[in-house]
């Protein structure tokens, strides 16, 4: 089994930065996610690992060997166990299916009665049997894509390289697709980068996820850390749908009080601690951490708000409310159902509040 | 309302009727003198008016080919016509081979490769593209007497390519410029060394150019006049092109007595089967021509 070991991996296209000391480590046989917004360096950091870009510092290993060092070393791709599916899928358009799927095979000199048993295997598993005498063009995105899955697998290669590959896929498609790569991955139990950009795809599929942001990581994770523990804003921003409520207000840390202006917030006492150098905050809490009640309740931790708009899915509801400016967005349960403009109160759940920093954006607590 | 009708109804046809007479003209333009050729190539008065011939013939051929004697005037003409049509062949196949092999390496490398100064390449390739061939003609006599290149057929075929070599190189870049970088690095990903990977995937998606280059150049070999002109000295090893204005130069005569007409409409007519029977084979592939990326 394979690692990979990123050490402080810089890369940069003339003076652009893409990927800055990025220190990661994919473990052998993992499901790792690379998350990010476009252009945040996640693809460089997989087109790194491929060998199909070099380093401008730092270093990388597979199966700690050193593959680049950013100056003497560098081992092209072909002798890297790598094996890639791109975003655009890259079939070979002159080729039939089957010698799409036979290509690595094909250099790597196999012997003509192994291809056709291996590609034939593998068709089977993944349901293109059919489809193996036709040309790239003739197939659906769909196809194409367990296509061009089938071919990277078929050298049985120590490491797989995703990038993105559920994008041009349809939304019902992507659900299926990525249980199917699960799948394989598991059975194949090779080291998986999966490059994406939408989070409820990685959450659904990782062993574990590194967000990125402008070449940095963010934070690593399991999908359950990063849900429930997002290191900073930025994460705690892009993990989620609906995404969480972030605030800014002050902090009293006399009384240990949040002041949002339009209504103040007593913190549980187990926070007051260790926000007592901190005035300028951001209170973050996740839609579904949030109590909504049509019904005045008693106690100084409920507020009232102002339904300002309403999105309902069958299985849950979104609201969103309203108070002086402030925007807060809650996830109810389908039954609730209350007209736009009328009053709720609200409660947040003592345990769920995160607490950032306003000037860092990172997680006080 | 009716009245608009009514002028549309008037104005529509008038236009179409406009569109075929201009479309008449203009394909009796193109078309006459090859209606012509066609004529007087099956004719067997063979004469230099245009006039329908009473009876068909296929001895104009059979003259081209060496098979049947001519009278007299002619004779020493039509003795060479048939390796005419070889030595077009040669060069015309001479400059394909030339060009394909270079325009697609050199495309390629400007299609893949970052290096200084390569925009300022381009633009001097394009320049000298455009520079007509009797611009070049001193040196480049001096250089084919050094190569030996007078009176030598894959001589002129060479030195047909070097003058369109520079457009060629334009146009394959344009077509390895849209096959996605990705399909190499997969290659490379799979195993194949650079080298593999230009032949067992770039190559083969860029046939549709190399069939266009392989067209255009074949055609500019085929059709080229000047660089024979000035090359090939003994009429044995003439090429078309140069051979019938040679007939015409050699004969002066008065019109229809000693020019062998019928015998060179036939061979005109062979003249233009290649460029057809290959036109019809790049023609899907021509559409595809798309001007190369200027950004390095």
């Known amino acids: 089994m394979v690692r990979v070991f990123f050490e402080k991996a810089t890369k940069y296209f003339g003076r652009v930065r893409a990927v800055e000391d990025l220190t990661l480590e994919v473990k052998s046989g993992e499901l790792m996610v690379l998350l990010g917004p476009s252009g945040c360096g996640k693809t460089t950091t997989l087109r790194l690992v491929a060998g199909l870009e070099r380093l401008t510092r730092g270093k990388i290993y597979i199966d700690d060997e050193v593959v680049d060092d950013a100056s003497s070393t560098f081992v092209p791709p072909r002798y890297r166990g790598v094996s890639m599916v791109f975003q655009s899928y890259a079939l070979f358009p002159h080729l039939s299916v089957f010698d799409n799927i036979a290509f690595p095979l094909v250099i790597a000199k196999v012997p003509k009665n192994v291809i056709r048993k291996r590609v034939y295997e593998l068709a089977e598993m993944l349901g293109i049997k059919e489809l193996l005498n036709r040309k790239p063009r003739q197939l659906s995105g769909g196809q194409q894509q367990r296509v061009a899955l089938a071919r990277a697998l078929i050298s049985e290669p120590k490491i797989l390289l995703l990038d993105e590959p559920l994008a041009n896929l349809d939304a019902k498609l992507r659900v299926s697709a990525r249980i199917m790569i699960k799948k394989i991955q598991r059975q194949f139990k090779c080291t998986t980068i999966y490059v994406t950009h939408d989070q409820s795809e990685a959450m659904a599929i990782s062993d574990r996820i590194a967000v990125m942001k402008d070449g940095k990581i963010q934070q690593v994770g399991s999908p359950e850390e990063l849900y429930h523990k997002p290191i900073n804003t930025f994460v705690a921003d892009f993990i989620g749908n609906p995404s969480m409520n972030l605030i800014e207000c002050t902090f009293d840390s006399a009384n240990g009080i949040l002041d949002f202006g339009a209504f103040k917030f007593k913190l549980p006492r187990v926070y007051v601690e260790a926000l007592k150098d901190y005035k300028e905050v951001i209170f973050g809490i996740r839609p579904e951490h949030i109590i909504v009640s049509k019904e005045p309740r008693e106690g100084n931790e409920y507020i009232e708000f102002r339904v300002y708009a309403m999105e309902k899915y069958g299985y849950r509801n979104i609201v969103i409310l309203e108070k002086e400016g402030i925007q807060i967005t809650v996830v109810t349960h389908p039954t609730f159902d209350i007209d736009v403009g009328s009053k709720v109160w609200i409660g947040f759940d003592p345990k769920r509040i995160r607490i950032y920093d306003k000037k860092t954006g990172k997680l006080l607590v | ?296």
């Open chain 2, 1 to 296: 309302m009716n009245t608009r009708r009514l002028i549309r109804s008037l104005s529509e046809p008038s236009i179409e009727v406009i569109g075929y007479v201009v479309l008449f003209f203009m394909i009796a333009y193109i078309y006459a003198p090859m209606i012509w050729l066609f004529l007087t190539a099956f004719s067997p008065k063979g004469g230099p008016f245009l006039e329908i011939p009473k009876s068909f013939t296929l001895e104009n051929f059979a003259i081209v080919f060496g098979l049947k004697k001519i009278r007299a005037g002619a004779a020493a003409l039509s003795l060479y016509m048939h390796r005419w049509i070889v030595n077009s062949l040669i060069i015309a196949i001479t400059t394909m081979v030339v060009t394909v092999v270079t325009a697609s390496m050199a495309g390629y490398a400007l299609s893949r490769l970052r290096f200084r100064g390569k925009s300022i390449f381009m633009v001097g390739l394009l320049v000298l593209g455009m520079m007509p061939t009797i611009a070049k003609l001193l040196p480049l006599y001096k250089l084919c007497i050094m190569f030996g290149f007078i009176n030598n057929l894959v001589g002129a075929g060479i030195v047909v390519a070097s003058g369109i070599i520079p457009v060629q190189i334009w146009i394959m870049k344009g077509f390895f410029d849209h096959i996605p970088r990705e399909l190499e690095e997969q290659a490379w990903i799979f195993g194949c060394s650079k080298l593999e990977a230009l032949f067992r995937v770039v190559l083969p998606c860029a046939g549709p150019g190399l069939s266009v280059v392989a067209f255009l150049s074949f055609l500019a070999g085929w059709g080229n006049f000047i660089i024979p002109l000035i090359l090939i000295r003994t009429e044995p090893l003439y090429p078309i092109s140069l051979g019938i204005a040679a007939s015409f130069i050699h004969h002066p005569g008065e019109i229809g007595l000693a020019v062998p007409y019928g015998p060179l409409c036939a061979l005109s007519l062979i003249y233009v089967i290649p460029s057809m029977t290959l036109y019809f084979i790049a023609r899907k592939y021509l559409m595809q021509i798309k001007l190369a990326k200027m950004e390095v």
